[in-house]
């Protein structure tokens, strides 16, 4: 009997050992590892704060700083620091002086990152000031936990439970965003339940903002511009109707009564069927207004979504411009008009959306989706870095050379209340948070950015990994360049030369180039954007065309318009280009197009190869994983090709080059494809 | 109206000329086009014989020889050219000369087909005799239309319909077997039906033996060896029972009274549950010698199948060998056993079945299956030429060096009564008649092998090309190649080096290495032919296994049980062999099965690439279906590879050499799939 408790005791241990190995990738980026009490005993870390957000950055450094004494101290008049912090050398060890208390919170993950990534602190110094001064997500999460265009499991809001039960993970979520500089979060989908803001409702957000406090992050919600009517039983939601007025007013109040560093409110009106105040003949700024209004007392913000088209004869992708650019100057100063990266909708690749700069007195923010809508789920390992840093980059010209998306909207060339940035999570219940261990990194890759669009998609690549999963040189270098080429690749198998929305209806995960409903908007039509026909395919937005050129500054109009100016990896967004028309590689469109399409497959194959050849760097759970995810990649990469291939040479009527690999599907049968996806989880 | 009339008589015209332009295979290789009225009078076709089949010859020469003046003579004295013919110059032209009126048809068509190739006939002369005597289809077709491991449609033979209504597919298809010179077809499957045996069906079979008749063809049947007492009523079958023996006698009189030229039977019996003599303690010589003594006066054959094999300990590969050669010099002279060309059953590669040459005083004949049970069924390309030859070619060392299994098999080496070679149909109701394009080729071959074995692969599909699709020497010389390639390449992508019968089960189309039913008979699982471990892989059938090599003459004895000297395309087969045996490439034996599987694959995408080009050459019907079957060869050559990779990989645990294309599959989907195929159509 002895024996075979032993042998069970024995059997126990072994199982708890190798259970507390399994890695799920819940740990995301932060592996610190807890410090010795010998470790402990041999520095000491000190702060004459007792803010709750300053204790929580000693508490951290407490538990994992290893190296040389530290002292935390606020400087309230060290303003140019923002949000952020100085780290510089004392007579004890290093000194982290901050403004604020979250500078000293953000200065110990620092400090705590590059002890992991072996940094030498012997003459250590920098300084570290935030771009934005709001670095938002926004989570697209419904009340009933699915989550729109969500791929990583239902909503981490469990709100049935709240105010009650506190899951640990709102707790885990709020440390991970602070980590890399997160300071604001926009709870529900923009296509908001009106019950957001119930009392019951705003009781359990309460909770959740009790608990973000501390990691200096600050909660915003969504709302539903009929919210008054809906929810207050006003006979309507006009926003110069003063008991709509007196509605928002009071229910602001309740807001920050509850939860005194409330953000703001994200409002998505009059656009895909949400109500607005052109319901009742207004413009966006009388209804942005009439909240900025109301919010104003508390300092709170409204964020304006310019994500907004009507199925006109007017090109989709001028319409943001054309409703917002009269508005200018008309919006009050905590009123921000949050613009997507592009003018259509975050495809895997635009151009920047016109919009930006457009309007000289109205403060703007991007918006990006860190959640991959367009770019294969959570299925596809796509880094976005480059994308973000691409848009980012972007001259607008709007005052003058070097008037980057970037600097447009991060206050530097026009003073701003608060400069901000946003992006749609691809974070969920899941295990390892995002679905794919590699969205890990986009959500990373945002928040580094949102702190510091100077950083390159290497530098952010670079640390993810090293923090992530391995610190060799061999690793690092190789799946770094993998996470760098992979957004080129998913523009390559899915859309090259840009080609855009030729998604599958509704859920945008495969191809359907051939999409047509009868009763669909022509505006979420794949024909709408492709125009393919037997002389040519893309959209003409020249001045021959829909003019959208037209919207942007010079010199762009110019290069844009030209087709023999204009960036090849546009120029099916402003062109439609004969099927023979020579390409500056020689070959003629028909096979450059066939030439993207197979290169995008023969790249997602070495992506399996390399990932393959990562066995040994990594434990064998998230390997196996990932490995699993690239072969759907690899197999949905040959669709792509085959699907878009075969359904445009219908038009070309060319054969596809036979240098190139042939197709294994039938376009026949590809066209009856439907998957059972929703557009939310 | 007038012009409305007008217009639809153009539109009807325009849609019969597409209409006849169709070409959905059905022609296969005889495209004979009719000759002018000028071309009739520019030459003379004679005949002295009133031969129903000499005036079938006359028929087609009159309706397509364009050349030089013809004469048809039957020379009874010129026995040596059997079933064959002379052609030699005359003062008139040419003078075709046959034994045998069929020998005028046998060279009607060769002057036909020699036409459509161009052959200039102006001192033309050549001697053609069959190296078999009878040259034989055998049909696994029910009685129910169903067709036993059959993927060409249902049954030619509507047995409903029959013998009232006559399809004028049984002509067309007497004229095609007799074109390439086959002249017997068994109707019937070998798990025969005792129903084919009653009058009701025999009245219907000899409705078909008077069509084939003028072609030359006389009709077999597989008889079920219980047909006494299932359909005449007796207490056993017993073939020692007088009573027995007595039905059987009256039965066959009766099938020779309705069919005088009838050629015999073909029994499965003790094999894969039928019924046989072994049921009453009889031999296989008691059970054929009975039938064979009854059918004797009529000059008709049994064909005894040697395919036996029971779920015993013993090799099942060397079961065959076991039973039948004690049984040597007991059969009559009118008996000949039917021996399948490998010894466990028409895998992609075996070495020759060890008892060809074994039985020194019984007639033997060779057993091809030419649909293509283990060859991806009639998806894939497979041209089996190449696969004949290997085993007609293979020398048996039986009668000293040179004693190949065709010659051992055609007299050339043992006189016999009647030499013969079966190959089991691929033909049904399609109206390509062989489901792929391609599988026209494998009828085509097996009846020029049949008719000469000496021909070559190439040669045969060179002719089969230039018949079937184009005479355009770019076409037929870039075809060929693929053709002569492709049964290699089959052998790669689902069992290199000696692997086999590791199939799905029952259906045998996809990979199922891992297949395993608790309920099922061992010598039916994947396991028991791979016998894959921590180890190795492959059946040892060495002297230190099960010593099937025993069985073989020597040297072939010592090369095949000599680990270094067994070729290393039959390995597997002969031994088990350790992952990391050096193969003479240098590589691992892991690494060598990870290269085969994925050349295998690469060659059917080349195959894909290879046909793309040909559509010049080819109308489009015929193009796009073959097109359309490659790209399933392509997906399954993946599958096939992933499936046994991954599987393999489980005990090998090594990596797959990384200079290799990843897998797309998982091993636990793909153990999943369960296709819903039956083993017949």
Redesign the interface.
């Known amino acids: 009997m002895l024996l075979l408790r032993l042998r069970l005791i024995v059997l126990y241990l072994c199982f708890s050992i190798v259970n507390s190995h399994a890695e799920d990738g819940r740990k995301l980026w932060l592996r610190y590892i807890k410090v010795s009490d010998q470790q402990a005993l041999n520095r000491t870390i000190k702060t004459t704060s007792n803010h709750p957000v300053a204790q929580q950055a000693k508490q951290e450094l407490d538990n994992y700083w290893k190296s040389t004494n530290l002292q935390l101290t606020i400087n309230r008049k060290a303003t140019n620091l923002k949000d952020g912090f100085r780290i510089q050398q004392n007579k004890n060890g290093l000194e982290l002086i901050a403004q604020h208390a979250v500078g000293l919170l953000y200065g110990a993950y620092h400090l705590l990152n590059e002890q992991e990534l072996g940094r030498d602190f012997s003459s250590y110094q920098i300084e570290e000031i935030p771009s934005f001064d709001i670095r938002i997500l926004n989570h697209w999460d419904n009340l009933d936990r699915t989550v729109e265009r969500g791929y990583a499991g239902y909503s981490l809001w469990k709100w049935e439970e709240l105010p009650i039960q506190i899951s640990p993970r709102y707790e885990e979520y709020a440390r991970a965003n602070a980590s890399i500089g997160i300071n604001a979060t926009v709870l529900n989908n923009v296509n908001a339940s009106p019950q957001i803001l119930s009392s019951e409702y705003l009781n359990k957000v309460k909770v959740l903002a009790d608990i973000f406090r501390k990691y200096g992050i600050k909660v915003y919600l969504s709302v539903n511009f009929s919210s008054p009517k809906v929810i207050g039983g006003l006979k309507d939601s006009d926003p110069l109707n003063k008991d709509v007025q007196h509605w928002w007013k009071h229910k602001i109040k309740e807001v920050y009564q509850l939860i005194p560093d409330f953000g703001g409110f994200l409002v998505k009106a009059n656009s895909e069927g949400q109500p607005g105040p052109q319901d009742y003949g207004r413009t966006h700024a009388d209804g942005a207004n009439m909240l900025a209004d109301e919010m104003k007392p508390y300092g709170g913000m409204i964020m304006w979504r310019a994500f907004v088209y009507n199925p006109t004869k007017e090109d989709r992708a001028k319409q943001a411009y054309q409703e917002f650019v009269p508005l200018d100057n008309q919006f009050r100063d905590n009123v921000i008009v949050q613009i997507k990266n592009g003018p259509v909708d975050f495809q895997p690749r635009e151009p920047f959306t016109s919009l930006f700069g457009a309007m000289k007195n109205t403060a703007q923010m991007i918006e990006f989706q860190i959640t991959q809508e367009y770019l294969g789920f959570s299925n596809h390992l796509v880094y976005l870095a480059p994308l973000f840093k691409e848009t980012l980059d972007s001259d607008t010209y709007a005052d003058g050379v070097g008037s980057t998306v970037a600097k447009i909207t991060d206050g530097t060339l026009r003073k701003v209340q608060k400069s901000a940035i946003a992006g749609v999570a691809n974070i969920g219940e899941d295990r390892n948070w995002t679905g794919h261990h590699f969205g890990q990194a986009n959500w990373y890759a945002f928040g580094r950015l949102a702190w510091n669009h100077q950083l390159s998609s290497e530098e952010i690549a670079d640390e993810w990994l090293r923090l992530t999963f391995s610190k060799e040189k061999e690793f690092v270098h190789t799946m770094s360049k993998l996470m760098i080429d992979s957004r080129e690749t998913v523009v390559n198998y899915m859309m090259p030369m840009g080609l855009h929305h030729i998604f599958a209806f509704d859920h945008h995960y495969g191809p359907e180039p051939w999409g047509d409903r009868p009763s669909g908007r022509a505006d979420w039509m794949p024909w709408y954007y492709h125009n393919a026909n037997v002389n040519g395919i893309g959209f003409n937005r020249t001045i021959s065309g829909s003019n959208a050129v037209g919207q942007y500054n010079e010199p762009l109009r110019t290069i844009y318009n030209n087709i023999d100016s204009c960036p090849e990896n546009l120029l099916l967004w402003f062109h439609h280009v004969s099927w023979n028309h020579k390409m500056k590689s020689q070959r003629t469109l028909w096979d450059e197009l066939c030439f993207y399409y197979d290169q995008g497959v023969q790249e997602v ?1 070495e992506f ?2 390399t990932w ?2 990562m ?1 040994k760097y990594v434990d064998a759970e998230r390997f196996n994983a990932v490995q ?1 995810k ?2 759907i990649q ?2 949905d990469a040959v669709w792509w090709k085959d699907a878009c291939l075969l359904y445009f040479q219908t038009f070309s009527r060319q ?2 080059p ?1 240098s190139i ?6 376009l026949e049968e590809m066209k009856k494809i439907k998957l059972p996806l929703k557009h939310h989880n």
Chains 1, 2 share one sequence.
Not at 661 to 666: A, M, N, Q
Request: proline share 10%; hydrophobic share 15%; charged share 45%.
């Open positions: 194959r399996q190869r393959d050849q066995e699993s690239l072969k690899s197999k054969p596809i036979y690999e042939r197709p294994i599907h039938e």
